[in-house]
Each structure stands twice: as C-alpha cells, then as structure tokens.
C-alpha cells in the first residue's frame, strides 16, 4: 500500500492563483521521493499539504490508509524539516530534539534515551548544550533533521534543507542524507529546486512546473526518456539544446542536422539534443556544423559554447513552461560537452554528430515528446 | 532584542503593529473571536462615546437615572457654555505653546548632542554620555522640588517659559538619536567631509533627512507627553491665563463638578486635538510607542 | 617684499596651537553638546544632588532653608500618613501590574489575527492611550457617579446594588486600578503585538508538526519568545505605577479617608500645600531608593529567565 497518495489535489490561493493544479502522485513505503521544480512551481505547497500546513482546496490526501484532509498537522505522524531549520531559539540542542517526544508525553527517561541516540547518529553528541544561536549552518541543519528523525515516524518531510548550505557541505550533506535513508528506510518527500539533487538523491522524482505533475519517473528514466520540453530542459546539466525544425517524410530536419524519424507525422518540431550527446562526427551519424565561441575546460570534460545552423529554441530557466527565445536569423547558440582529448579551438567550425536514439523529437504546438 | 527591525536605512524602526497574522489554511467566514473582541472594543470605547453622548444632552438628561442612552435632543450649547466658562482658546495655544517648544528643543538639542555622540571623537566623551543617561533613571517626581526651586531662582514661576525651559531637552532624545544616526552609513558623511563641508552642514544637511523617521518618532512622543503633561504644570503655573489645556480641564472641573454635561463637552474638546492627531497619524504614533519598547 | 618671501620651497609651519584646537575634535564634538549639557545639568543633574541635600534640610520652599541632619528621614519612619500611602501605592502597584501585564498579552494574542474589522478592534485598545490622565480621571469619575453613573446602571440591571465606588474608602483604590489600567493597557498591547509579529512563523508550524497543541505551543515557543517584552512591560509599568498621581488628584484627592493616597500624592501634599520641603524632598529620595531597588532585581531576575534572540 502507498504510504502517501496525493489524488487530484488542487489548491487555490485566489481565483487566478493556482499553486497546485490536479496532482496525483503516489509514494511507495520506504520510497525516497523528490519533488523538483523552479520558484513557483507548487512543490512547496505541495509539501505542505502533505505536512497539514495547507489544506487541499480540492482532491484527497492520504496516508497510509486514512484520508488525511481532515486531519490536523500535529496528528499525523509526520515530522518535518524546514527550509530554514526553524530551531527553537531558546531551547538547547538537547531540548530541541526532545521537544516533539516531550510533547506527546513520553517518559523522561526515554526521552534522554531517544535524544541520546539520535544525536549519536548525526554527530550532535558534543553539542547537546548549546543553543542553535552557537551553531553553524551545517550543525543547525542535523539538529533540525534530529528533531524530524527523533519520533520516528511514518513520513519524513524535507523542504529545501541544503539550500542554505556551501557548496561544500551540500555535498557531504547530500551523501549523509542518502546514507540516514538507507539505513532507516522512511518514506522521505524531500523538495529542492535543485536537478542535482534530484538526481542524485531520489528513487523517483516528480518534476513540477506551474503547479502541474510534468513527469514521474526514476532519475535516470527522467534524464532518459523526458515527456516534454520542460522536463527536457530542466533535468541535465549543462541543459538540453532544442533546436527548431520539422518533420518531413519520415525526416527530421533542424538547420543542418538531418536525423531519420520514422513512423512521425509531418508537423513542426523541437530537436533536442543534449549536450554530452554531441561528439566529433564521424561517417553515417548525422551530424551538424558548430562555430566555437567560448570553451571552458572543467577538467573530466569541456563545455563547449558556439552556434549551431538552426533556430534554437532556449528553455528558459525561470519561466515554468517552455519559452521562446529570440534566434538570431538562423544562427542560434548551443551547448557541447566533450572529451578533453576534442577540445575545439575558439573560433573554429567543427562538425559535431549525435547517434539518432540519442536524439529527443517534441512537438511544437503541444511540446510533448513524440519519441526519444 | 524583543523585535526585529527592518535593515534598509529608512526603515529602522520596528515592524507596525499592524502587519497581518499568520498565513491561514482558510479564513472563517464568522470568526470565533469576534466574540471575544467585541466586548473587549466596547470596553475601550465605552466611556469615550459615553462621553460625547453626555456633552450632548441637557443638565436635566445627563442627571436621569437611568442613564438616557440617546439623548433626545441635541444640546451644543453646552460647547460653547464650556469654551466659554473657562478661556479654552488661551489654554490650547498655551498648551500648543509648550508642546510645539518642547519639539522644537527636543529635536535640535538633541540632534546636535546625539550626533557628536555618535560620530565626533572627544575628550571626555564616554564618561559624558554615561552621566547623561543616568538622568533617566531618575523619576521626575524626585526633582520635582528642586527643579520648581530652580524656576524660582530664574524668576520665571508661572511663566510659560519656566513651565518650557527644564522639558526642552531629555536624555531620552539623545539616546535615541544617537542610536539611530549610528546606524547611518558612514560614508555619505565622509564624503561630505571631503568636499569641505563643515560639521555642522554634515548634521543639517545628511543626516537629518535621512533621519526623518527618528525625529518624527521622537516628536511624536515629545508631543504627546508635554500635551498630557499635568503635574509639572500643575506646580509651576498659578494663574489661569498661563494654564494648559490639561490644567484649564481640572478647573473647569472645579468650578462645574456639577454641570457634568457641561463638563464633557469641555473634555471631549480638549481631546479632539490628539484624537484627531492619532487618528490620522496612526502608523506613526504605534511606531513611536512601539518604539520604546526596543531600548 | 623682502628677501625672506620668495622661497623655491615654502617652509611648512604647523598652525598654531589655538587654531588647532579651534580645527580639532574636541572642540566641536564639546560645541554641539554643550547646549544639551547644559539644559541638563541645570535641570535634572543638579536638581538631583539638590534633592539628595533639601532631604537634609527644613524649607518651606520661600524662606532659607536650614540643616536638620537626618531629621526628616527619622520623622518618616514615625509617620503613619507616609506608612499608609507605601501601603496603597503597594496594593495598587501589586494589581495594576499583573492585570496589566496579563490583559495585555491575552489582548494581544487576540489582536494578532487577519480577520474583518482588525483594524477597528486594535483602533478602539489603542484609543485610550491618547487621552489625557485628566481627562481619564473627568469621565470615570462620571462614569462611577454613586447616583448617575453608567456603572451602576448596567450593574442595577443585573441586580447588583449601588456602588460607591470612587467615594468609598474601600472601593476607591480598587477603581483608580480599573481605569489606569484602562487608560494604559493600549501601551503594553502594542509592545507585545510587535513582540508577537516578530515571532517568526515557520517556529509555531514547527511546533505544530512536533504535535504541540495550539496551547503547548503558547506556552513552550511563543511565551518565552516574548521574556524580553513581558520583562519591559513589568518593569515600565511597576515604574510608573509607583509614580501614580495625576488620576489620584483629578479624582479623589487622595481620599476618600486617604484611602488613595499614594506616595507621590503624599509628596505633593506635604511639599506644595503644607510647604515641608525637605519632608517632601526626604519622600522623594525613598521613592527614587525604591523604584532602583524594585527595577534591579526585576532586571535581575529578568537576566537569569529571560532569553534574547539576538
């Protein structure tokens, strides 16, 4: 049985603003689910619906096997950890992790015990007497998933929780998070903004844009094979390039590159290609020609930044659906990444290929996939 | 401390009182609280309307019991009655007078003294502000004999400069000001420096207008507690053309404790001047009071 | 011109030591303190020291005062008058700070909502701080008329007799406490709903999901959060509710019976219609010891329980 299932919620916030549109979403027991979008795109609201923070203006929700709509935050065996850890100021670090086993009247003695052991498990043990105002950002951080993990219960909640972490220990945090679930095993919905850690985090993510469920999928799955334009663009990094073209007899055609569509209607269509997929052509792959502007060496790859022959659709990354950006005439600009050992000179045109089942077709009036 | 000021510069002052609450899951259409609210504001407003509604009806009306709650005809007679038994007009430019030359005292001195404070290097300056500060720990009651004293020696009892001249400058202002100016970038008036403007231009000039909310705040409450000012008055002024509004009130009440109708038109009058003032500048006088909650 | 004017290099010589002060600091940081420094030594440093003496002194406030030691202090303790009023200002004190602290954190936690007409309800609490203590004093006086008053109509109607109220020795004190908290309860109401709005939200939703209930919560998150507005509130109001006066003298003047009499009441009385100046001074000077005592080990006390977040 799932151990959350959203069905058809909906939630209004005014008669235009609609933060969550008809999602329906199914958590596995044990799952590891993120909800991955930009600013806006319902996830935290989402979230928060779940929590009992929002109440659903419409749809149900469900957790384990009762229909929560109805049911207030404090009862529903959830805990959560906020984007800004919203530690109690006041309260040492022991008393912060105690508080929600204090608050449903646990016996002192098993409260210490509890505290103790979770503190152990996230290294909190030597800071037990501080208050949060003497802690680092990363410190705060365990504490607010101690005070989550100290009650045990049947859902873990994160909203954002390394997104107000350096780089440096977002990293470490997003290792120690994966290893905290692999040993507890809770069903955890965890929010970011961030695709890579989404990626590298989820069993399955549920990519959001405007509120809507765009895809559902297993990372790789989602990275493999995306639904639309916006999955497209927003899952992969450096992002997909999508090029303006068409289908004709059997054919699609984007600027200079010619790539066999068979069984696809004649129509308009978007061709995306992702970066990493393009290399140094060689005979029978299709393949087009790029002029090098700028090169960046990151060391394991180059990204390459040049101009393809074709009209280029941008995926905007902060407008929730696919956007048009300006092409400049027939020139537009495009992404590569490449092996070290293919590093172009800036300036040069070089002729890059793509193998056909690496290529994404989408249709232009609707922006879903056609194939790929 | 207990509340969290905004950052940018204008905006030092805490958050008004009047921001919403919590972002709900869904207002009622019919609040529960309204229930307890209600009779809460009746409470408050209770004796104010009751007040208006006295100053309205006739000697005979006002002294029914039971109480009428509607007059039955209306009398502003009684305005006029009491603007004329006792010289209203002389008691609000009195108090007028003595509230506009406390402001004035207050911001200037103030002004001059919490910017050297804040930002002028001199000898003996710590130990100084410290002393200053001291002052306010002292209720005014315990050097209400000396300071009447003083007054005396100046020759100025029952003056509406003796009544003025010990209110003209408080630490208060000072401490105040000097917080906020300290809050000020610095560089404006370094750069000013530079040009060649002298201190005293830097004050007028810089940082004085970026310091309107404080000077407002701290004019409000200069305002307010020299208009309500009783006993103070009450001691130093002994005719009644010097009397202020607050102390032309009590002797309109001693000569007509009887004439209560009489008697409520003249308060009501001598209110409408702050109520009105607060009514209009609600947003700035929450502020100030708020305000003192943050020393 | 002379040999000495026309040199290739002019020789630098350090201003005088006059227009250096004149240029410094010093010298300007002192110019603009000056007037402040003055206004205030002159009528708050010096009337204190003046205090402590007049204390020490017997003057009717017109003739020379001369030494009388510790006299007035000596006749202070023997006064049954003085022993009264500590008396009242400590009932009074010990009730209007309380119902004030309390009444204004319930009324402020119920002011901290977005429901229709907020406005109007936190309008109407505020309200009566704008009033003026004498004008305060006119309309209650009215409103607890023996005879006329609202009060005791509203109270006959549900069978409650005819109250006294202000012109009964035992009733009056209690009604000062009713109307300066009614006057002033606005005042400690905006402290704690600016208190209360800093409070920031994702700490209560917290507190929810830990499963607090709406009054754990209160008690656990938002009451201690709000030490240090309660802790001003206690002490401003213990401050100035050992300072009562303007509403004893527009009310009962001190009666009825001297039931109202409270320090600062006695303190007029003795200095300003009996003209004991030095007994006035010598009251002033231990109402100043017991309003520092009472607010340092209310500050005390506040520094050991009360948290600050920042």
């Known amino acids: ?372 | ?295 | 011109m002379s040999a000495h004017s026309a040199t290739p290099l002019a020789v630098h010589r350090r201003p005088s030591l006059l227009k250096r002060v004149i240029a410094s600091d010093h010298l300007a940081g002192w110019a603009f303190v000056t007037p402040a420094v003055i206004l205030i030594a002159v009528f708050a440093i010096i009337p204190i020291g003046w205090s402590a003496l007049l204390s020490l002194q017997s003057t009717n406030l017109i003739a020379p005062a001369h030494y009388v030691g510790l006299a007035n202090y000596r006749a202070l303790t023997k006064d049954p008058a003085f022993r009264s009023a500590i008396g009242h200002t400590v009932v009074y004190t010990l009730l209007f700070v309380p119902i004030s602290v309390g009444g204004a954190l319930a009324l402020a936690v119920a002011l901290n909502r977005k429901i229709r007409g907020i406005r109007f309800y936190r309008l109407a609490v505020f309200i009566p701080l704008v009033t003026s203590t004498v004008a305060t004093g006119i309309i209650f006086l009215w409103l607890l008329d023996p005879t006329f008053g609202l009060v005791n109509y509203v109270l006959n109607l549900v069978g409650i007799p005819q109250q006294q109220f202000l012109q009964d020795p035992n009733q009056a004190l209690y009604c000062i406490v009713a109307m300066t908290v009614w006057s002033w309860l606005g005042f400690d109401v905006i402290i704690y709903l600016a208190a209360l709005q800093g409070i920031p939200e994702d700490l209560l939703e917290a507190s929810e999901m830990d499963g607090a209930s709406r009054w754990s919560t209160f008690r656990s998150i938002v009451l201690p959060l709000l030490g240090p507005a309660t802790l001003f509130i206690v002490v401003w109001s213990t401050i100035n509710a050992l300072q009562l006066f303007d509403e004893i003298y527009v009310t009962t003047r001190g009666g009825p019976l001297g039931s109202t009499t409270v320090i600062v009441y006695y303190l007029y009385q003795q200095a300003f219609q009996f003209f004991n100046g030095g007994y006035g001074a010598a009251i002033a000077m231990v109402l100043f010891l017991a309003i520092l005592i009472v607010t340092l080990l209310q500050l005390w006390v506040g520094r050991r329980r009360v948290y600050y977040t920042s």
Request: with cysteine; hydrophobic share 50%.
């Open chain 2, 1 to 295: 401390m207990s509340v969290q000021p905004a950052v940018s510069v204008p905006e030092r002052f805490p958050r008004l009182p009047d921001a919403p609450a919590p972002r709900g899951r869904g207002r009622l259409p019919f609040s529960g609280w309204h229930l307890v609210l209600a009779p809460v504001a009746a409470i408050m407003l209770v004796p104010l309307v009751w007040m208006l509604i006295v100053s309205l009806e006739s000697q005979q009306q006002a002294t029914s019991f039971p109480p009428q709650l509607i007059p039955s005809s209306v009398h502003l007679g009684n305005y006029s009655a009491a603007w004329n038994a006792v010289p209203f007009g002389r008691f609000f430019i009195n108090s007028l007078l003595y509230s506009a030359a406390t402001v004035a005292g207050n911001l200037l001195f103030c002004s001059l003294a919490a910017y050297a404070f804040a930002r002028i290097r001199f000898f003996g300056r710590e130990v100084l502000f410290v002393v200053l500060l001291a002052t306010l720990m002292v209720p005014f009651q315990v050097i209400l004999i000396p300071t009447f004293l003083i007054v005396k020696n100046l020759g100025l009892v029952d003056t509406l400069g003796g009544l003025i001249m010990p209110n003209l400058c408080s630490a208060f202002g000072i401490f105040m000001l000097r917080q906020f100016f300290r809050t000020l970038p610095i560089e404006l008036e370094e750069a000013a420096r530079i040009d060649g403007t002298s201190r005293l231009g830097i004050l007028f000039k810089i940082v004085l207008p970026l310091s309107l909310p404080a000077l407002a705040t701290l004019g409000i409450i200069q305002f307010m507690w020299s208009w309500n000012d009783f006993l103070w008055p009450l001691i130093i002024i002994q005719s009644q053309t010097h009397d202020t509004l607050q102390l032309g009130l009590s002797q309109l009440q001693g000569a007509h404790f009887t004439q209560w109708n009489l008697l409520m038109a003249g308060t009501l009058m001598s209110q409408i001047p702050m109520l009105a003032a607060f009514l209009l500048a609600q947003r700035w006088f929450i502020r100030s009071v708020a305000f003192t909650g943050i020393k």
């Open chain 1, 1 to 372: 049985m799932p151990s959350v299932m959203l069905d058809g919620v909906t939630k209004r916030f005014a008669a235009d603003a609609v933060a969550v549109d008809d999602l329906s979403l199914e958590i596995a027991d044990g799952e590891f689910m993120i909800l991955v979008g930009s600013s806006g795109c319902g996830k935290t609201t989402a979230l928060r619906m779940i929590a009992g923070l929002e109440k659903p203006t419409s749809g149900t929700i469900q957790i384990g096997d009762r229909i929560v709509n109805e049911v207030s935050a404090r009862d529903r065996d959830i805990a959560m950890v906020f984007q800004n850890y919203a530690l109690y100021p006041h309260m040492t670090v022991a008393r912060n992790l105690g508080y929600p086993l204090r608050q449903r009247r646990v016996a002192r003695s098993d409260v210490n015990r509890r505290v103790s052991e979770v503190a152990e498990m996230l290294g909190l043990a030597e800071l037990l007497k501080r208050r949060p105002g003497q802690l680092s950002g990363g410190q705060r951080q365990r504490v607010a998933m101690g005070r989550a993990l100290v009650r045990e219960p049947e859902v873990f909640l994160l909203d954002e929780p390394l997104s107000n972490l350096d780089a440096k220990l977002r990293v470490e945090m997003r290792a120690a998070l994966k290893r905290l679930h692999g040993r507890l095993g809770v069903t955890t919905v965890y929010v970011t903004h961030d695709q890579v850690e989404a990626m590298t985090l989820g069993d399955r993510i549920a990519v959001l844009s405007d509120g809507k469920l765009q895809q559902l999928g297993a990372p790789q799955d989602v990275y493999d094979h995306p639904a639309n334009v916006f999955v497209a663009g927003f899952i992969g990094s450096p992002p997909m390039n999508l090029l303006r073209g068409r289908v004709r007899d059997g054919s699609a055609t984007a600027g200079d590159l010619v790539v066999p569509a068979p069984g696809v209607s004649d129509r308009d269509v978007f061709v995306g290609v992702r970066p990493e997929s393009l290399r140094p052509a060689t005979n029978g792959m299709p393949s087009l020609g790029f002029e090098v502007a700028v090169v960046e060496p990151l060391g394991d790859e180059v990204i390459v930044h040049g101009f393809v022959g074709a009209e280029l659709l941008g995926v905007s990354q902060e407008r929730d659906d696919a956007a048009l950006v300006a092409a400049d005439g027939h020139r537009a600009e495009a992404v590569a990444c490449l092996p070290p050992r293919d590093r172009p000179a800036e300036g040069s045109v070089i002729r890059l290929g793509v193998e056909p089942e690496e290529v994404h077709l989408f249709d232009a009036d609707t922006g879903l996939a056609i194939r790929g």
